[in-house]
Structure formats: structure tokens, C-alpha cells
């Protein structure tokens, strides 16, 4: 095995490590602060668990395990070849498509017609407006905000 | 240097990627929601776009189809889910699993990731299996979750509020990141940090293994899966010339059985490693030549150019659409209003006095703690007014909610014990002025024992300052001096705490 190849593959797993331990890190930042805010919520409700200082406290303690793997990531990027190329298509003769079964193609059309019959009912029945209302307000516990 | 090596061929983009960029974009085109920290609340929000892409990132202009589809469900029992499945219906028959390799914002997160130069674990029986997880969860997060709450009149959308990392990221995260938007931040609890861990894990897996949380988890991938064999686009394989060789399966990084089955995303890596040609992107009957192809290469181009000129064009015109200042905004913006008035909200009529008048106080008038709220009127729902004024010498809890909003429903029983354990109080859940349903209909059915109000033009959003985000409560003490002024769910330990310090 040669240098370069060793260095490829010193380098990959030093980035697997530290990806690993940045998800921890960050899955700990954010556990510790939840902890230490719902026991500060015991006696004061009001108390505000994710608070600016908080988090930046701990994206203090997160912030070394990030530059060194975003250095170990610079580093791979330059030793590594590139990752997952693309297969270059090479069509040698173009093939007749397969027929499609005559049912499944009267199917395809039901089921075409009745999405159509469906979203025309949907606006007749408000779902149309119900969609745009969810979507110009914020429901805070649906993205997670809770 | 020789061509064929040059840094360029190694590293230009595919087609496809191009083609994840461009609707990542096109999903997500009011830039200036990041700027701002708000979300667009133009019309075209009402539309579905085909990818998992949330509606509450500030960016985005068109709606998730999972998050409507769960909303629809939700809302069920009074209203027929027919808008969000017959659009499902109709991208899942047109395009199929397409949409999952070449029109999710999510898809590409994944793949970004997986691109990190790290060791890969391998797909097998495992990974195949681990398919079958993300039919569970649409059978059971989206499916029967908010169904069972329909009937208990609760919405609750169980995988955007359980699971859904682009909530967490595109919606709670992007929104917070944002410094106007740092009071929210009181909003974060238990809730938050379970789906942040959720989403440092999925993006962890997706590291290592392609695609993980679009192969195991999401369950808009299982619904187009369900319709990838009648999908019209897509990558399909010519029975009739396939040798069986297996090269196809060997290629793909997904956990396929045969091209373009149900886990089939229709990448395209397979078309150029297949020795019989058996494989080609369809559109119908036409062959599509979406991969660099000699033929591509020379007689398509200039077709090829000019669908990106077209494409290019429309995306420039939505941009300066939705980006530009006076950009239609169909509903009505909440925005905060500290200004000294009297708001009567009765008919949306307004009326505006001195608010010292009323207070006769020397407390600044306003909607944060420490200032005295502006006074206003509001219709009682079945009868009657409400006006802050005449509850002086009374403890006021005001709650701005609406039925469609689950978190806001859930909290509805505490006010109403808040309330009967304390008669000194006055509480009043004012339902927001966007309406999916009668309101009136809906809380005689529920038969809360509160006291209802209807904000017909938002004047008391706007008084109280709420955004767009509900729930949203207000706590004023005795003198009318707001004590609290968030969005985001309540406790009864809050509502005690500040009983407590107002007595």
C-alpha cells in the first residue's frame, strides 16, 4: 500500500471519528442545556430553557469539535478522489420502449381522472384555502418548536 | 491537460443535480425571509409542491404535501381530505419516485452529505428491510395519529411534530436563526430538543449510508413508492431485452429488487451500466436522454439549452416575484402594534382613542411585560362583548388560538380549569382571524366552559403583537400591565406562578 493511500485512509476515518463525535457533541450541548433548564423551570416556569447565552455557552464548548472536523474535511477533500461520480451514460442502441399492459394504462387513466375529479371537490370544499391558511401561520409544536 | 481529466469533468455538476438545485430553489424562493425571519404568506402557498420541503421555512412559497396531507386528515371529520390526495394522486402518476431523486430539497441534503469522503456502509438485507419503516410511519405518524385526534378534535400532523427533520431544520431552525426572532426562543423545551437529536442523528446516518432518512423514514417516499409502477416519468427496463445480468442493482445505491420498483428514485446510474440498453428515462413512450449521453452531447444540445434558458427565465420571474417589496401578500401579516389606542373589533370595524384616557396611568402603553396593554373590544362568541377595560382589578389571561392548530386546542383545558379554579381571573381564548371551519359549530360541539372571542380582522393580534405563530398567550395583572407575552404553549404551573406573583 502505498503513502497516499494510507493518508486517504487515515484521513477518511479521522473524519468518520470526528463526524461522530460532532454529533455527540452536539446531541450532549443540547440534552445538557434541556437538563439544566428544567430543573431552573421547577421553580420558575417562565424560565427560558434555550436562552441566547445558554446556547452560547454551549456552542462554545461545541465550536473546537467542529473546526477540527471541518479541517479534517478540508483535508479529505483534497486527498480523496471525488466521491460517488456520476456513471456517464453510454446508450449504444436506443431500444424499443415495452409495450405497457393495456390495463395498466386504463388504470393509470382512472386514477389520473379521479386526482382530477379529487382536487376539483378539494377547492369546491375549502381543502384549497385550508392548505394556504396551515401554511401562512405557524403552528409552533409541528416543526418542533415546544 | 487532457480533457477527459480536467478538474471541470471531474467535478461538474449532473443533470440531476442541476435539476435538485433548481427546485430546491424554485421551493424556496423568498430569499428575503431570511433576511426578514418571517414566513411568505402569498397565495401560492395554497399550492403543494411535490418535495418534502416545510412550509413554515421562511423561504418557502408553496406547501408540503405531507404536512397538508396530516392538516387534511386532521381535519377530517369536518372536512373531506380531497384537495391534498387527489394532488398526491396526481405527482405520484406523473412522476412517481422521480420527485424523490430529482425534486426534493431533502434528497439533496442527503446526498451533500453522504458526499463527505468517509467510509460507506453497503446496502443489504438489512437496509431492505429497514424500507418497510418509513410504510409504518406513514401508517401510523400520518395516517392514523392524526386521524384519532380528528375524532378527538385535537390536529395534531403526528410526523411533522414527532419526526420531520426539515421541520426542524428548514422551519424551527432557519426561523431561530434570525435576530428578531430571539424572544422565540423561550419557546424551546423538550419537544425541540427531541427533534434536534432527531436530526443530528438522521443527518449522521446520512453520512455513512446514501439517502438514509428518504430510504428508511420518510413517508411521502412511501407514498409515491406505492405508485411508482404507473408513474408516466421515470426509469423503466425493457422486459424483453434484460439478461438478468444484475449490473442495474449492482449500481444503484438504493435498496431496489428491480429498476424502477418501488424504491427505485430514478437517479438514472443504472441506464449507463446496463450491456443491453434495456434501461431508459421515459416520459410515456418518448425517451428522455437526461444523462450525459453522446446524443445529448451532440444533436440534443440545443434543445437541451434552451429548456435550461426556459427554466432559468421562470425561475428568475418567481424570484423577483415574491422577493420584490409589495409582493402580493393575501393574508393579513400580523405585526406588532405598541401604539395607544382602543381597539373594537366588533364587525372589523375600528375606533381609536387615548389610551391614557382609559388607563390613566403613568405605565407606557404597549404589549411587552412591564407595559400597560392597549385597550380593545371584542365580541363574545354567542353573545356579548369583551373589553379589557371593564376587567380591572382582575388577573387576565388572553389566548390567541384556532382549531386547526393542535397545540392551541391541547391547551384549551387549561385555561378552562385555570379559570373555574380561579374566579378572580378573566380568561378569554380569542380564535385567530383565519378560520378553516365554523368556529361557532366547533366550540358547541367541544362545550368548553371559557369564555370565546372571534379576532375578525386581527386587530388583537396586532395589539398584542403575535406573529404568526400560535398559540400565542398574553397574561396581564391587575392593573392591566402584561406580566407575559409569548407564543408557544402554556402550562397550569405558568398560569399558577403568575397567578401567584400578580395576588
Redesign the interface.
Known amino acids: 500500500m502505498n503513502g497516499a493511500k494510507k493518508g486517504r485512509q487515515l484521513?477518511?476515518?479521522l473524519?468518520?471519528g470526528l463526524?461522530?463525535l460532532l454529533?455527540v457533541a452536539?446531541?450532549w450541548a443540547?440534552?445538557d442545556?434541556?437538563l439544566e433548564?428544567?430543573a431552573v423551570r421547577q421553580t420558575?416556569?417562565?424560565a427560558?430553557?434555550?436562552?441566547?447565552e445558554a446556547?452560547r455557552a454551549r456552542a462554545g464548548k461545541v465550536l473546537p469539535v467542529f473546526l477540527a472536523w471541518l479541517g479534517t474535511?478540508v483535508a479529505?477533500?483534497c486527498?480523496?478522489p471525488?466521491?460517488?461520480?456520476?456513471?456517464?451514460?453510454?446508450?449504444?442502441?436506443?431500444?424499443?420502449?415495452?409495450p405497457t399492459p393495456r390495463r395498466?394504462q386504463w388504470?393509470?387513466f382512472g386514477?389520473?381522472a379521479?386526482?382530477?375529479?379529487?382536487?376539483?371537490?378539494?377547492?369546491l370544499?375549502?381543502?384549497?384555502?385550508?392548505?394556504?391558511?396551515?401554511?401562512?401561520?405557524?403552528?409552533?409544536?409541528?416543526?418542533?418548536?415546544? | 491537460m487532457d480533457k477527459q481529466t480536467s478538474w471541470w469533468s471531474r467535478h461538474r455538476p449532473t443533470t440531476r443535480r442541476l435539476v435538485q438545485l433548481y427546485t430546491a430553489l424554485l421551493y424556496n424562493a423568498h430569499l428575503k425571509g431570511f433576511a426578514e425571519g418571517e414566513i411568505y404568506t402569498g397565495k401560492s402557498k395554497a399550492l403543494c409542491v411535490p418535495g418534502l420541503n416545510c412550509y413554515s421555512c421562511p423561504a418557502a412559497v408553496g406547501a408540503c404535501p405531507l404536512g397538508a396531507l396530516q392538516n387534511a386528515v386532521a381535519a377530517s371529520a369536518s372536512r373531506p381530505a380531497f384537495y391534498v390526495v387527489g394532488v398526491l394522486l396526481l405527482f405520484g402518476l406523473a412522476l412517481g419516485r422521480v420527485i424523490c431523486g430529482w425534486a426534493c430539497p431533502m434528497g439533496l441534503l442527503q446526498e451533500l452529505l453522504h458526499k463527505l469522503p468517509t467510509p460507506k456502509i453497503k446496502k443489504g438485507r438489512l437496509t431492505r428491510a429497514l424500507t418497510w419503516v418509513k410504510y409504518v410511519l406513514l401508517v401510523v405518524l400520518v395516517l392514523a395519529v392524526p386521524l384519532y385526534y380528528a375524532f378527538r378534535r385535537v390536529p395534531l400532523p403526528g410526523f411533522c411534530k414527532y419526526v420531520c427533520p426539515a421541520g426542524t431544520l428548514e422551519g424551527a431552525i432557519a426561523l431561530l436563526l434570525h435576530p428578531d426572532n430571539k424572544a422565540k426562543l423561550g419557546l424551546l423545551g423538550v419537544l425541540f430538543t427531541r427533534k434536534f437529536l432527531i436530526l443530528v442523528l438522521i443527518a449522521l446516518a446520512c453520512v455513512f449510508l446514501y439517502r438514509a432518512f428518504c430510504r428508511f423514514l420518510c413517508p411521502l417516499g412511501a407514498i409515491y413508492g406505492l405508485m411508482s409502477r404507473l408513474a408516466l416519468l421515470g426509469v423503466k427496463l425493457d422486459q424483453s431485452r434484460c439478461t438478468d445480468c444484475g449490473a442495474c442493482q449492482r449500481v444503484c445505491p438504493m435498496d431496489i429488487r428491480r429498476v424502477g420498483d418501488r424504491e427505485c428514485i430514478s437517479c438514472g446510474k443504472c441506464i449507463g451500466v446496463c450491456p443491453t440498453s434495456a434501461i431508459q428515462f421515459r416520459a410515456g413512450k418518448a425517451v428522455l436522454h437526461v444523462s450525459d449521453t453522446p446524443a445529448a452531447k451532440t444533436g440534443k444540445r440545443g434543445r437541451r439549452n434552451l429548456v435550461w434558458a426556459l427554466a432559468l427565465l421562470a425561475l428568475v420571474g418567481v424570484l423577483l416575484a415574491v422577493n420584490l417589496p409589495g409582493s402580493a401578500e393575501t393574508e393579513p401579516a400580523a405585526t406588532t402594534q405598541t401604539s395607544a389606542e382602543t381597539v373594537q373589533t366588533t364587525g372589523g370595524e375600528s375606533q381609536t382613542t387615548d389610551a391614557t384616557q382609559t388607563t390613566g396611568a403613568a405605565l407606557p402603553t404597549g404589549s411587552e411585560p412591564g407595559q400597560r396593554l392597549a385597550d380593545f373590544t371584542v365580541d363574545r362568541i354567542g353573545g356579548g362583548t369583551f373589553t379589557l377595560s371593564e376587567q380591572r382589578g382582575r388577573f387576565v389571561v388572553l389566548n390567541i388560538w384556532a382549531t386547526w392548530c393542535g397545540p392551541c386546542v391541547s391547551e384549551l383545558p387549561i385555561l378552562e380549569e385555570f379559570a373555574k379554579t380561579h374566579p378572580d381571573t378573566s380568561v378569554l381564548a380569542v380564535h385567530a382571524n383565519l378560520v378553516t371551519e365554523d368556529v361557532e359549530k366547533w366550540l358547541s360541539e367541544a362545550s368548553y366552559a371559557l369564555d370565546f372571542g372571534m379576532d375578525g380582522d386581527g386587530t388583537v393580534s396586532n395589539l398584542v403583537g403575535a406573529s404568526t405563530m400560535l398559540p400565542h398567550t398574553v397574561i396581564l395583572d391587575r392593573d392591566g400591565t402584561v406580566l407575559y407575552n409569548r407564543p408557544g404553549s402554556i402550562t397550569a404551573a405558568l398560569l399558577e406562578d403568575f397567578y401567584r406573583r400578580a395576588s
Not at chain 1, 427560558?48 to 441566547?52: E, G, K, L, Q
Not at chain 1, 379521479?114 to 377547492?123: F, K, Q, T, W
Not at chain 1, 405557524?138 to 416543526?143: D, G, K, N, V
Open positions: 484521513t477518511a476515518w473524519l468518520t463526524t461522530v454529533a452536539l446531541c443540547a440534552l442545556l434541556w433548564g428544567r420558575d416556569p417562565a427560558v430553557i434555550y436562552s441566547p446556547v474535511l479529505a477533500i486527498f480523496a471525488r466521491n460517488g461520480r456520476p456513471v456517464c451514460s453510454r446508450v449504444r442502441e436506443a431500444a424499443q420502449p415495452a395498466l388504470l393509470r386514477l389520473f379521479a386526482a382530477a375529479v379529487l382536487i376539483v371537490l378539494g377547492v370544499n375549502g381543502g384549497l384555502r385550508d392548505v394556504l391558511v396551515k401554511a401562512v401561520n405557524l403552528c409552533t409544536e409541528c416543526i418542533g418548536l415546544g
